[in-house]
């Protein structure tokens, strides 16, 4: 964590963007609107080749023409002596996790299909494709054997105990039936067999082959443990209960099928990284309870047993594993570091953590090439879209690979700069604050994006990226804007990422307050046009505010926690809100509703607009509905929007543009961008039924004119 400056309530810029990037998003360029957000493309998972020169990434785009469908993913092939990289997948077909036969010529993927996920492998000289796993369930994730002979792949097989057919109409799925557990198969690529089962007894999660491929190491849970969440993990008024995410590590010998446990302990073992000459095996293990937000840290084991030992912390104590260096004497980690992110390389003899990644910019992604001598990335920044770039490990010099948003770089962005304040209590806080694009004789109205988690960051992603928060277009339409990363977030630390734990609406709440106060003392907000929005717990934290300071002016609450209470037994993580405030729902009800905003209803005077996904289980839709109904009666302006075919995450373009649209509309009514304006011509949300169902409630505004969706 880099050291924090204190400040006092004044703001101290400690990061500008590169000048030239800065001077292009300020002076002329195109203007962002909602569409173009549509159109910036998501680049993910960059794998190199055994040689280093070809290279497969992914690219997920938005298809706003297709009403009712979803984002897809592409895979890309850039190859040397190409002119640019070319698609490998079909255009509207959702692909993913490309991998390259040792050889280097064949690459497997997954591939959505209408019912199951399928593995596919395509020769890349005659891009000829076959089907791997047709009928067989769902594929997760698959990898080469070292001999490219055979694929290894973990599926979920559907359990004949898992749901019954009562009739040709419904299907009754049996909550913690034998089902969704994904077993470890091996499928030969020569001849005609099917897939052969090595680990079927218990579910497997990441995997990979020794350097001979005569063992798998993969994460796992006990073949006899409950169901995930779902123990008694205390006796009432016990102060902490179990952990339920752990999983352990073991080996299973690609011949024989036999099962050995190699690290098992009361913590969460995972990421297993064989080290190049086979006898060593790396892993991040975490320490419990609280898998949410303990800290953690790789530790490296002897493939053959033994004790063991643990590398250098790094400075989050958060690491994702990379894998081994070429030559074995380190591992490569990334990690969030403040409102970016870097990659680490940690000495295997126990040395401190030494910087790899020598760039201002944030590593939104990172693998590791089969040799541990490069590189695949994915570099963003604020004003920088993401494209996907390859670099030798030894020494850091990023090129480019890609360029599907190179249209972006005629358009224009608002000026973001890292923040820091003290809070109440004298920490030091840090966040992002986006100019408008126009400057402004007057403070600028100011809203705030609330990030989810909580243990999640808000950091330098690039602002015209596809967002349910139209962050370009604010700026555009003169609103500033403020991403503050509050006590409990990523990046800053364990203590830091811990110190919201039992505290949801506390200390997090006074660093919002704090911020707040110290952009209007710096006159970079108008104190009289502020808003607030955010998903999941950013929308927690949103409506908690609203329930406890009247400074907003409009709020949107996206799939937001209303009700600890229920929360807690409903959500589909049922040890999430057991491990952040000590016990279960009917163990701390008093302490839970005590710090759910539902409880502050009756304080609640500012406009709100609810989102939420109708089949959202890990904030199930009656959290909005619950807050959105004891607005509605209370006379609050009010509405909720419900998102059909939608769970956590909103994935169809349709209902993301109107996601972006209505939040514009909402906050253009009830916190105008200009002094005294009067909004009109706003968009509209689309209003046939492929958009969300809207919801009213409460009086209409005081011009009598209704907000759209009603």
């Known amino acids: ?175 913690d039936a034998a089902s969704g557990a994904a077993g470890l198969f091996l499928l030969p690529l020569v001849g005609h067999g099917g897939p052969r089962g090595l680990v079927t007894d218990r579910d497997v999660g990441n995997f990979v082959f020794s350097p001979d491929g005569g063992r798998i190491a993969f994460e796992t849970t006990a073949p006899d443990g409950p169901p995930r969440g779902r123990r008694v993990t205390s006796a009432s008024g016990a102060p902490a209960p179990g952990d339920a995410a752990n999983t352990d590590i073991a080996l299973v010998d690609v011949k024989t099928g036999a099962v050995t446990s190699l690290a098992d302990t009361d913590g969460s073992e995972g990421s297993p990284r064989f080290s190049p000459d086979g006898k060593s095996v790396a892993y991040v293990s975490m320490a419990a309870p609280g898998f949410y937000f303990s800290a953690a840290r790789v530790m490296v084991v002897p493939a053959a047993g033994g004790a063991p030992r643990a590398l250098s912390e790094t400075p989050d104590a958060r690491p994702e594993l990379l894998g081994w260096s070429a030559g074995g004497e380190a591992v490569y980690v990334r990690e969030a570091q403040g409102t970016c992110a870097v990659i680490w390389a940690l000495p295997v003899d126990g040395g401190p953590p030494r910087l790899v990644s020598d760039t201002p910019h944030v590593v939104a992604s990172a693998t590791l090439s089969p040799a541990g001598d490069a590189f695949g990335l994915v570099l963003a920044d604020s004003s920088l879209p993401p494209e996907a770039y390859v670099t030798p490990a030894d020494r850091f010099a990023p090129r480019a690979v890609s360029s599907v948003n190179k249209e972006f770089a005629g358009y224009r962005l608002g000026r973001t700069e890292v923040v820091r304040w003290q809070s109440t209590d004298g920490t030091t806080v840090e966040g992002l604050y986006t100019h408008p694009i126009a400057p402004a004789s007057t403070p600028p109205p100011l809203l705030v994006e609330l990030h989810g988690g909580p243990a999640l960051v808000a950091d330098r992603q690039y602002l015209g990226a596809l967002n349910y928060y139209p962050l370009a277009v604010f700026s555009e339409r003169g609103y500033a804007l403020f991403q503050p990363n509050v006590r409990g977030s990523d990046g800053y630390g364990p203590a830091f990422r811990r110190a919201n734990v039992g505290d949801w609406g506390g200390a997090d709440f006074a660093d919002l307050q704090s911020g707040l106060d110290a952009l209007v003392a710096r006159k970079l907000a108008d104190p009289e046009r502020l808003g607030v929005m955010g998903w999941s717990y950013g929308g927690y934290l949103a409506a908690w505010a609203i329930g406890h300071t009247g400074r907003f002016k409009a709020a949107s609450v996206g799939a937001g926690i209303t009700n600890l209470v229920s929360q807690c037994g409903s959500m589909d993580l049922p040890d999430f809100i057991p491990l952040y405030f000590g016990g279960e729902a009917y163990e701390r009800f008093e302490a839970l509703f005590d710090r759910s905003p539902l409880k502050y209803a009756a304080a609640i005077k500012t406009p709100t607009l609810f989102q939420h996904g109708v089949a959202d289980e890990r904030v199930p839709f009656t959290q909005s509905l619950e807050l959105y109904t004891a607005l509605s009666r209370l006379g609050v302006p009010t509405r909720l929007a419900a998102y059909p075919r939608s769970g956590h995450d909103v994935t169809e373009p349709a209902l993301i543009r109107d996601l972006m649209v209505r939040n514009l509309d909402w906050f253009a009514r009830y916190v105008p961008a200009a002094p005294g304006a009067v909004v009109t011509g706003m968009e509209q949300p689309a209003g046939d039924g492929s958009s969300a169902a809207g919801l009213s409630g409460g009086p209409p505004p005081a011009d009598g004119a209704q907000p759209s969706g009603s």
């Open 1 to 175: 964590m880099r050291p924090l400056i204190r400040t006092g309530l004044t703001l101290t810029m400690v990061l500008l963007l590169a000048l030239a990037l800065a001077g292009r998003a300020v002076a002329g360029g195109k203007p962002f609107s909602v569409e173009d957000m549509l159109r910036v493309a998501m680049v993910a998972d960059v794998r190199l080749g055994p040689d280093g020169r070809r290279v497969a990434f992914t690219v997920t785009r938005a298809a706003p023409e297709i009403r009712d469908g979803d984002l897809y993913s592409r895979i890309y092939l850039a190859e040397p002596g190409k002119a640019g990289p070319r698609p490998v997948t079909p255009e509207t077909a959702q692909c993913e996790k490309p991998s390259f036969s040792p050889d280097g010529t064949r690459l497997a993927y997954l591939q959505q299909g209408d019912d199951t996920t399928e593995a596919v492998l395509q020769n890349l000289a005659t891009g000829q494709t076959r089907r791997l796993s047709r009928g067989q369930g769902d594929v997760l994730d698959l990898a080469f054997a070292p001999d490219g002979k055979s694929l290894a792949m973990t599926i979920v097989a559907e359990s004949k105990g898992a749901a019954s057919r009562n009739n040709d109409d419904a299907d009754v799925e049996v909550l």
